[in-house]
């Protein structure tokens, strides 16, 4: 699902939840870091220990091969290593079937895994509060806990849903795209009409998600009041 501004996808995510569909958001208020090597390893953690074990989906020699890197930007001794997997398998043998929540489960990662290695690490540009944030933003006092498999993505029968505003989905592909909140008065909206050139970017930034989906297209938007860019893309599905 694709929208122009986080806090309309803050909106489409609170519908998601009240349906209990997981999903996941890439936007700037993502649960995950894209662009934060430990987020990314995180999760990865949690794919494994919520059925990524059974079918090296991801491989332990691929965790590994993270935790290293994160710790130690990728050079380590042979008792390094040694002691970082032990730490590691003993953490995610104890993940395998547990009923953790995601909030329960990110704070044993921090107790058992962040706590130990950051006093060890070489690696200074490592952001360790990285998980520290995750915890906060899966605070069930503030009803924003969800079951680790939803977390992973590990759901039978379905995926996530990817949350992500149009800048974020530019140089990525979905099969299917939902683009939500293609009114007259957003996109365009006024501060697109003030110049030629910004009018000319947000209608480059509608394409930009129109392109997106490999099969299907949705596009959302109150009753007669679709962005003008929609008629136009008809039009040139029409002659197409």
């Not at 547990?98 to 950051?118: D, N």
């Not at 949705?218 to 039009?235: A, M, N, T």
Request: proline share 4%; charged share 25%; aromatic share 8%.
């Amino acid at each position: 699902m694709l929208y122009r501004a986080a806090w309309l996808g803050d909106k489409v995510a609170a519908a998601l939840k009240a349906a209990d569909i997981p999903f996941v958001r890439t936007d700037t208020n993502a649960l995950v870091k894209r662009n934060s090597r430990l987020a990314r390893f995180i999760e990865e953690c949690a794919l494994w220990a919520t059925g990524g074990w059974r079918d090296a989906d991801p491989s332990y020699a691929r965790l590994m091969s993270q935790a290293i890197a994160i710790m130690f930007g990728g050079h380590a001794s042979e008792r390094e290593k040694q002691d970082l997997s032990a730490e590691l398998m003993s953490f995610l043998n104890a993940s395998i079937g547990s009923s953790e929540t995601t909030h329960a489960w990110l704070q044993r990662f921090s107790r058992e895994l962040i706590t130990p290695w950051r006093g060890v690490a070489r690696n200074s540009e490592q952001e360790w509060d990285v998980c520290a944030g995750m915890i906060i933003n899966t605070d069930p006092a503030r009803d924003l806990d969800l079951p680790l498999a939803h977390f992973a993505g590990r759901v039978e029968g379905a995926g996530r849903a990817s949350l992500s505003t149009l800048h974020s989905a530019k140089g990525r592909e979905f099969d299917a795209v939902i683009m939500y909140g293609i009114n007259a008065s957003d996109i365009p909206n006024e501060r697109d009409r003030r110049t030629p050139a910004s009018l000319r970017e947000a209608r480059r930034l509608f394409y930009v998600g129109v392109t997106r989906p490999k099969k299907h297209l949705s596009l959302i938007y109150q009753e007669d009041h679709h962005s003008p860019w929609v008629v136009e893309l008809y039009q040139r599905s029409q002659r197409d």
